[in-house]
Every structure is written in structure tokens, then in C-alpha cells.
């Protein structure tokens, strides 16, 4: 789904073992760096009162991709991950194991992964021991197929023109007199410089609604005719993301402590002859295409599961792995739970940087809006791993 930003569109960011730490560092990225260090699962805060067999079933979504891949391709960017092959006996013992049995998914995780906590030394003197989680969610609004009374407002599919010059941040332009420019920005394709094109996949009632979609990547939408029509990312602008809601808390519209999805939606409809000119504070602009079957797919290339699919940065965690989180949800309630890293974001930058994917509509809105927990990250891995111990950054 390559979702953009969950609740980041806000603040724009913000078995007994060795425990002997293992530095990992990425090979993309010099600092911040991720380190690994061994723990039991009886370290993991409420792991024995999570449901695993909801995350075995997110996991088993994975595999179904894992399965097919080469067995000698890495597993992620970097060598601590393994190979592919080293995740498809795990893949295929998860098949026996029926759904909902919590017990058997929990000892399946605890026969056939390690557990290992994950902090970044260079985030600061406190070793970098805790992340930032915030929330995303699948809007669902109405819309029709044909502009009409009602229904003026265009999502639109991916120009022909649109180059991607660095697929891996989406950076993009296009071609001008044989030479690669930047694409249009959000304010010039809101002044219509794509219409008349045929580019136009749905049309909105909003442009309130139309941002949002932007910032989460996908969306159901109800026609008239009482069908559904679901739509994920098909590629960007390439241009930079400004965070509209750092903008208003510079500004002091809205106090730091009181900003969310919710806050900012207020604020857009209360002011609508400011909000045009605030939405276009941010130029990027995200291009969609139609979903057929399960959605909203993940940049994993898998439908996401609402409450245990993560947006994680891929130049460290692997697409695929099993992240256990121990943080707060949106009203500081407790939230100890197995994860599955299958999604990515712009805003989703660092070794310790999530965002909970928690599901479509109002109430998961509800769930993601206010969400932006400080909170520790364990990462699994196949048992049989050995993640190397050298750290050519330290």
C-alpha cells in the first residue's frame, strides 16, 4: 500500500540467553544504527497474555508471499535477517497449526524464533531503548465512478509521464525538454494542470476527504450503486511531505498537546477558506489504482490485518518479521502485542519508528488518530540465526 504517514501527518516526527549485545548497522543509512540484543521471551512484557494466534494468521499472510520467493534471497537489506530459505521451514510449520489456538501459536513462536530487543546507541544518552508508534487506519468514504452534483473533487491514477528516478523513496519527476524535472506539486494538480487527461479513478465530495486518503494510502469507497470500490497507492509526486499539522501548532492554531487526525479534521472544517492553502503546504501528492480482492495491501505486497500489521522502515526491519511491541495505545491504555512488519511509509524513518495499522473506518479512526506512544521493539527470528557481531559504525 506504501501508506504515507498515520497519525505522523500531525507532528511530522515525532529461551534464556546471552545478554551480550549484538550492533547491527545499516547498510543504507550510517546513524541512526540498529543494535540487537538476545532476551527470552519471558522478558517480553504480557507476551503470555497476547494473542499470538492473531499474529500467526498475519504471519501466515507473509508467507504466502515468503513461500514463493528464492530460498537464497536476503531476507531485508541487511545480513542479520538471514535468507529467505531461513524463514520458509517456519512458514511451513505455521500450515498445522489451527486458527485460534493461542497456545499453539504462542509455543510456535517460541519453539522456531528468537526474541531480541532492538535499540539505536545513537539516538541519544539513554541508548536509544525506545521508538516512536504511531496509528494509520483505512478511510471509508462515498464517491462516484463519473463527476456529478455532489461528487467534484478527483483522485486520480498514475500519469504516463510520471518517472520514478529512485523507486526506493519515490522520489519522481518528468521529462522536459529531455531533461528530469520535478512533477507537478499538490497545489498545481489541485488547479487542475491533470485534468481533461482521463486520469480522473473516482471522484469525492471533499477535499478534506481526498487529503486524508492522500496521508493514508488507501481507502474504501461507496458508490451509489451500493458497491465498493477499493483503491490503493500507485506512486507519488516524489516531492518532499510537510506535516500540516506541525504547520498549525507553529502557528498556534492548535496546542501541541491536543493535536490528532480528529483535531486537524475539526480545524480543516472550520476554516475552509484557509484549508486549501494549508492542505497545499504539503506538495506531495499520492496517485492511486484499483484493489482487487482483500485490502488494503501493504508495500509488502500483502493484505494488512487490522491490529497486527506494522508500518516499519525497511532499510532495517525485513518485510515479513514479527516485531513485538510494548507501548500505549491512543488512550494510554497498555498495548503488548505481536506485530507483522508489512507495510512502509515517508514518514516511516529509523530502526525504532512503527505505525499500528488498525483497520477501516470511523472506529478505527478513532483508535489511530490520537495514537503517538513512546515504546520498546523486539524483533523475532528464526532460531538457527546468528545475527553478526561486528559494528563498523561504533
Request: proline fraction near 8%.
Amino acid at each position: 500500500m506504501m501508506r504515507w504517514l498515520g497519525a505522523l501527518l500531525l507532528l511530522g516526527a515525532a529461551g534464556a540467553c546471552s545478554n551480550q549485545p549484538l550492533p547491527m548497522q545499516s547498510t543504507t543509512a550510517p546513524a541512526p544504527r540498529l543494535r540487537l540484543q538476545p532476551v527470552s521471551f519471558a522478558d517480553l512484557p504480557g507476551w503470555s497474555e497476547d494473542r499470538q494466534a492473531d499474529a500467526l494468521a498475519a504471519f501466515r499472510r507473509s508467507c504466502e508471499r515468503l513461500i514463493r520467493l528464492p530460498g537464497g534471497m536476503p531476507m531485508g537489506p541487511q545480513e542479520f535477517a538471514g535468507q529467505v530459505a531461513d524463514w520458509q521451514t517456519a512458514c511451513r510449520a505455521s500450515m498445522v497449526i489451527g486458527p485460534g489456538d493461542d497456545a499453539a501459536a504462542r509455543s510456535f513462536f517460541e519453539h522456531l524464533f528468537r526474541a531480541y530487543r532492538l535499540y539505536d546507541p545513537s539516538s541519544g544518552p539513554s541508548g536509544g531503548e525506545e521508538g516512536l508508534l504511531t496509528g494509520y487506519y483505512q478511510p471509508q468514504v462515498r464517491g462516484s465512478r463519473r463527476r456529478e452534483a455532489g461528487f467534484e473533487v478527483p483522485l486520480y491514477r498514475r500519469p504516463s509521464d510520471l518517472i520514478e528516478a529512485s523507486p526506493g523513496d519515490m522520489s519522481a519527476g518528468r521529462l522536459v525538454d529531455g531533461k528530469l524535472q520535478p512533477y507537478y506539486s499538490r497545489a498545481e494538480i489541485d488547479a487542475g494542470v491533470l485534468s481533461g487527461q482521463g486520469l480522473e479513478l473516482v471522484w469525492l465530495a471533499s477535499p478534506i476527504d481526498a487529503f486524508f486518503i492522500s496521508i493514508q494510502g488507501s481507502a474504501e469507497i461507496r458508490l451509489a450503486d451500493g458497491s465498493l470500490l477499493r483503491i490503493g497507492v500507485a506512486g507519488s509526486n516524489g516531492l518532499g511531505y510537510v506535516a500540516i499539522g506541525r504547520v498549525l501548532i507553529e502557528q498556534g492554531e492548535i496546542p501541541a498537546d491536543r493535536i490528532s487526525l480528529q483535531s486537524l479534521r475539526a480545524w480543516l472544517i472550520a476554516h475552509p477558506d484557509r484549508a486549501p492553502g494549508l492542505m497545499e503546504r504539503n506538495p506531495r501528492y499520492i496517485f492511486f489504482h484499483e484493489i482487487e480482492g482483500d485490502g488494503p495491501v501493504g508495500a509488502e505486497g500483502v493484505a494488512l490485518t487490522p491490529g497486527r500489521s506494522l508500518a516499519v522502515d525497511p532499510s532495517f526491519l525485513p518485510f515479513g518479521a514479527p516485531v513485538y511491541l510494548d507501548t500505549q495505545d491512543g488512550t494510554g491504555a497498555p498495548l503488548r502485542r505481536l506485530m507483522l512488519a508489512q507495510d512502509s511509509g515517508a514518514a516511516i524513518r529509523g530502526p525504532l519508528r512503527g505505525d499500528v495499522y488498525w483497520g477501516e473506518g470511523s472506529a478505527a479512526e478513532a483508535a489511530a488518530g490520537p495514537m503517538n506512544s513512546s515504546g520498546k521493539f523486539y524483533l523475532l527470528l528464526p532460531i538457527g540465526l546468528t545475527p553478526a557481531a561486528s559494528d563498523s559504525g561504533s
